[in-house]
């Protein structure tokens, strides 16, 4: 508050009046990233703030509330706020840009990030150096503002190498000649049975039609959802993926969590003509806009079932996934058993980890991934799992780890798998 004296005729006691204005930053510029040495301004609307690291890493930051995006707040999921599956796939198409990049190779979430009642959640993304092949590892991470720790969210790789774009001659003619309608009047009242509880951002499908094993929509961005600075908008992408749950019939609670082969083609949409080739598990989505101009290409999609919110809600938490990916012509490993024989748990995890870091050290960039095995409930092979994650993210494909029973031998399976982190439980 400013005071201020007013003109006051002669003899009388001066007056004054409290001239009230607003200074201070509030969340609704939590967005806006400083700028200075070294620090770029971001006109994405998630992320406020770009570092580029010397050592041409990349460092892209934000924070996400509900004051800063209220479209959030219009994705829940039984009961809680949860960042779309879409706007992590934004969030990495955002940090390939700003490299030169333009494809999203691969994208796995790893962990949900819901967003508190009050407050705002801190994201970082992360772009690493190119690998020989031109590929740069990817992830998301994020901190409360009463957390110590960064949790990551999901991680994957965007590379600079461009791809040809897919064909959208589907989109010239619409609806599709040979599908047939899909009632869906009042398919957001289902979804919300499930626990899908979209507010109106997110409540963008206007169309469905089926033919065969594809599904066709058209997806409109809702009123109040501002388009501008996104590539594709999370509510209006998330929404091209609810005829799959409409389709579904099993009743259960399933979220993208595997995206492969991503490429935007045009950005800020806000029509869109989508087709979703289903494959067994996995879905070929292409978007175009109300023209029929390609707008976003996802090679494969894939849905998994959501574990309860209450399991997720810390971030130490970890859930296996049962695999269901085969990596096709995967080379054979290179097995590195970490079993020590020393009874001692300390001298056992001195003489691991001085293995692991050896073999690390000598591992040639173009020799054949190696494939360090532990026991289960192995305390010293759990300091192989901390040492070789490190690696694993300076260094994505050229180290596995694996935890299996005694006796197993199929390392060919466990590379095929195509995951950096593999557990055996039995046939699983």
Do not use: K, M
Request: with cysteine.
């Amino acid at each position: 508050d400013v005071l201020a004296s007013g003109p006051r005729p002669t003899g009388q006691p001066p007056t004054y009046a409290f001239q009230r204005e607003r200074y201070w930053l509030g969340d609704g510029l939590a967005a806006v990233g400083p700028t200075g040495a070294g620090v770029d301004g971001s006109r994405h609307p998630l992320l406020g703030a770009v570092v580029s690291v010397a050592d041409d890493r990349y460092v892209l930051t934000g924070r996400l509330s509900r004051r800063v995006a209220p479209w959030l707040a219009d994705h829940a999921v039984e009961g809680g706020i949860l960042l779309p599956g879409a706007a992590f796939a934004e969030l990495a198409l955002e940090a390939a840009a700003h490299a030169g990049g333009d494809r999203l190779d691969e994208l796995i979430i790893e962990a949900p990030l819901y967003l508190p009642e009050t407050g705002a959640v801190t994201v970082q993304v992360t772009l690493d150096p190119p690998d020989a092949e031109g590929r740069r590892a990817v992830a998301v991470f994020s901190r409360h503002a009463d957390a110590d720790i960064w949790q990551r969210h999901a991680s994957g790789a965007v590379a600079e190498e461009p791809a040809p774009a897919a064909g959208h001659g589907w989109a010239a003619a619409w609806p599709p000649p040979a599908a047939v309608p899909v009632e869906i009047a009042d398919g957001y009242e289902r979804l919300a049975e499930q626990g899908y509880e979209y507010g109106p951002a997110f409540q963008g499908l206007r169309a469905v039609w089926r033919a065969g094993q594809e599904l066709y929509a058209e997806v409109v961005a809702p009123e109040g959802v501002d388009v501008t600075g996104f590539g594709i908008h999370p509510a209006l992408l998330d929404a091209a993926f609810h005829p799959l749950l409409l389709a579904g019939d099993d009743g259960e609670l399933r979220l993208p969590f595997a995206f492969r082969g991503v490429r935007l083609h045009a950005a800020q949409a806000r029509a869109l003509r989508v087709r979703l080739a289903v494959t067994g598990e996995d879905v070929a989505v292409q978007v175009a806009d109300a023209t029929g101009t390609p707008v976003l290409s996802i090679d494969a999609l894939r849905a998994r079932t959501a574990a309860p919110r209450a399991a997720t809600s810390t971030p130490y938490g970890v859930n296996w996934v049962e695999a269901a990916l085969a990596a096709a012509g995967a080379p054979e490993p290179v097995v590195i058993p970490c079993v020590s024989r020393e009874p001692d748990v300390p001298a056992a995890v001195r003489d691991l980890t001085a293995r692991v870091l050896t073999a690390i050290a000598s591992h040639p960039e173009d020799g054949a991934p190696l494939l360090f095995t532990t026991r289960p409930g192995d305390v010293a092979g759990a300091a192989v799992w901390g040492l070789v994650r490190s690696a694993q993210t300076e260094h994505p494909g050229r180290f596995l780890l694996a935890e299996v029973p005694g006796g197993y031998t199929d390392w060919t399976g466990i590379a095929a798998v195509g995951e950096p982190q593999v557990r055996v439980e039995g046939d699983r």
